[in-house]
């Protein structure tokens, strides 16, 4: 592949819902571009831009790819990202790569979810985008039906540039409404045809739309079509243009993938309207004096380029794919990865179609590339020209909101299992690996069940290594409710040296929540010698990892010792320690010991009409509704503390009530006192866990 500049390159993200065929139309543009030989199919396995094995087994994308393709004189860069929403952080780097978007609606079922988030999306990036109806060759398929939802949904913007022509349930052609002219498919060329008169009103209804969309964009178009003049092709062209840069227009196109019609039409279209890199808004970086600094796309100027995606191949290594921002990538530019501050090595420059690397003799300004063993990059690194370091802002992807154990399944494996799951974690920023301290468990935090089980068939595909999954332990506490006192004596005497000590200790809850535990040394008279006051303190600091009721940490409790005794040859530290303990012990199971519970606060974000399903879910999971706020577009914001055992799964409980829609965040509030009748499940289990641990 020759290399373009960035007036001939078009970075398109090909988005929209999972299943609506964004990875088969990207394999249709691809064959009939003559890029591949043959066109594959996403239930045979075999399409270019599906390559990864759960990919090829769950008949779903799951990683962002590139597939550049050379198509009349541009180069267009599609990146076809996947649709199921466990896979948000591929689709973000799909945008992060992107400058314009193609935007998938399903001709059948209508507009998905998926395809309202790209929008919204695109629209708040200041991303140009068209939208395509696909599959229209499906029994009941409905273009114009489609379209009115999209214009419910987006607005006046919503301008088709084609109406399909069907034959009973076929898709037999299409009308072009800037030529206003009917074409029907043929396998040797579109044929030109006369419009069909059950056609022609909704033909002129769109062509009017058109005309009016595209006039409002430009002054001396807006004139000539107040006063009543017809607008040229080139007129009509030149407002269109000028409405799809600045998202005014959003043009709609038919397709059907799956049976290639209308493709070539869609292709030559992204390619006349969609914007080059060159018009892409300019990127915002700090320089090497701090100073805010935009960098507009050219070919002129030092080398620099931003790590945008990394993919780790068990052969090739590690792959950073990168999108050059300024300047030109050659084979002898001297590099540096900024935030490193060490100069990097590559070998070949190279573009990616789907899992193949193809290389090329350098990158322009625009361009999407790939460079292989790198040292010491990862995603988000800024790389550029030594003398001209910049730093581009960090990439954004959200947070984890599902949590679950992770171990490994074969005993002695676990050196490998964590391995590979570190190696996987450079190449999905929205995964974390995280040790929790209190319980032990090691936590796969994703976006979603799918997500997390995807992972752990990677590690098996990649390294060899399988993962066993579970819900993650619950940090439950343990407190006491009223006062108690209790003695310990420790007394040791079996020849030799003895040990002897006894103390008399006071354990009261702290109400306030304003520590987790208080030592109060109240002795009068050295009946426990000052020596050994830090040991009774320190054996009781010992014991209170471990509460009385089913051994989870004691916290809110205050200690006073005020009493005990000892013995001038026999008592040590380490008798005073065990007299604390056995204090500890009695006292506690005497003072009303409580289990507490975490307690988080959610805020959770849906449309209007699924407040009702959210709330009354909440109060099923013991949530308390602090509030209910309105947001931007009809979302609405419940805010609610809910007991953290109650949400391990809820990201995909969520997804089912809002069909996608809905979006949480929780973090942790305090510890609150657990249902006696749940409190004595968790004690009873915690025990039987303990017996098994033995």
């Known amino acids: ?268 279209a992204l390619a006349a309207y969609m914007p080059a890199a060159d018009k892409a808004k300019p990127v915002h970086a700090v320089n090497e004096k701090g100073e805010d600094v935009e960098i507009k796309c050219s070919a002129e100027g030092h080398f620099a380029a931003q790590v945008l995606k990394t993919i780790a191949d068990p052969f090739v290594g590690r792959i950073n794919l990168i999108k050059v921002f300024r300047g030109i990538l050659k084979p002898d530019t001297a590099i540096i990865n900024v935030r490193a501050g060490k100069g990097e090595k590559f070998g070949n420059i190279s573009i990616m179609r789907g899992k193949k690397l193809v290389n090329v003799d350098a990158l322009q300004a625009g361009d999407i590339g790939a460079l292989a063993k790198l040292q010491f990059t990862t995603t988000g690194d800024s790389l550029c020209s030594a003398s001209d370091k910049l730093t581009f802002d960090a990439l954004e992807f959200g947070e984890p909101c599902i949590s679950l154990a992770v171990t490994a399944k074969k005993q002695g494996e676990e050196e490998k299992v964590f391995a590979g799951l570190h190696r996987l974690e450079e190449e999905d920023p929205t995964f974390r690996i995280e040790k929790n301290a209190e319980t032990g468990d090691t936590l796969l935090c994703g976006m979603g069940e799918m997500h997390i089980e995807v992972i752990c068939q990677k590690l098996k595909n990649k390294f060899g290594v399988e993962a066993a999954l579970s819900d993650p332990k619950v940090a439950y506490r343990e407190t006491i409710r009223k006062s108690a006192e209790a003695e310990g004596k420790h007394k040791k005497q079996s020849g030799g040296a003895g040990q002897f000590g006894v103390v008399q200790i006071r354990f009261e809850p702290i109400m306030d929540g304003s520590s987790d535990f208080e030592f109060v040394n109240a002795i009068v008279g050295g009946v426990v010698p000052k020596e050994y006051i830090p040991a009774v303190e320190k054996g009781l600091r010992e014991s209170i990892k471990h509460g009385v009721l089913a051994g989870y940490p004691m916290v809110g409790i205050k200690a006073t010792l005020f009493d005990g005794k000892y013995h001038p040859v026999d008592s040590k530290e380490v008798a005073f320690k065990s007299a604390a303990r056995l204090a500890y012990k009695a006292a506690c199971a005497a003072a009303n010991p409580v289990l507490l519970e975490p307690i988080g606060k959610a805020e959770v974000y849906i449309p209007d009409e699924y407040m009702g399903d959210i709330i009354g879910d909440m109060n099923r999971r013991r949530g308390r509704i602090l509030g209910m706020n309105p947001q931007e577009d009809g979302i609405q914001q419940v805010v609610a503390e809910v007991p953290m055992s109650e949400m391990v799964k809820y990201a995909t409980d969520l997804r089912s009530m809002t069909q996608g829609r809905g979006t949480f965040h929780i973090e942790f509030e305090r510890y609150e006192e657990v249902p006696a009748q749940m409190a004595a499940k968790i004690i009873e289990q915690a025990k039987k866990d303990m017996e098994e641990e033995k």
């Open 1 to 268: 592949m020759k290399v373009y500049d960035a007036a001939h390159i078009k970075n398109i993200a090909v988005v929209g819902h999972g299943s609506d065929g964004k990875t088969t139309l990207v394999e249709a543009i691809l064959s009939n571009a003559g890029a591949i030989e043959r066109r594959g199919k996403v239930e045979d396995g075999n399409t270019t831009t599906d390559y990864d094995p759960e990919e090829i087994r769950r008949h779903i994308s799951i990683t962002t790819a590139v597939a550049p393709v050379e198509w009349s004189d541009c180069k267009l860069n599609l990146i076809d990202a996947p649709g199921f929403f466990d896979f948000v952080g591929e689709t973000t780097q799909a945008y992060y790569m992107a400058d314009c978007a193609l935007i998938l609606a399903n001709g059948f079922s209508g507009v998905g979810v998926g395809a309202e988030k790209a929008f919204k999306f695109c629209k708040k990036a200041g991303k140009p985008m068209a939208i395509t109806v696909n599959q229209m060759d499906k029994e009941h398929a409905d273009f114009l039906k489609t379209v009115d939802q999209l214009k419910e949904r987006f607005g006046a913007s919503i301008t088709p540039l084609q109406l399909p022509i069907m034959e009973g349930m076929a898709f037999k052609g299409y009308v072009d409404i800037l030529e206003n002219t009917a074409y029907t498919f043929d396998a040797k060329g579109n044929k030109k045809t006369d419009i069909p008169a059950a056609l022609a009103g909704d033909v002129e209804t769109l062509r009017e739309a058109l005309v009016e969309n595209a006039a409002s964009n430009d002054e001396e178009l807006m004139e000539k079509f107040f006063e009543g003049e017809e607008l040229s092709k080139e007129d009509i062209l030149k407002g269109l243009l000028l409405g799809i840069e600045s998202l005014d227009v959003v043009p709609v196109f038919a397709t059907s993938a799956t049976q290639n019609l209308g493709v070539k039409e869609l292709a030559d």
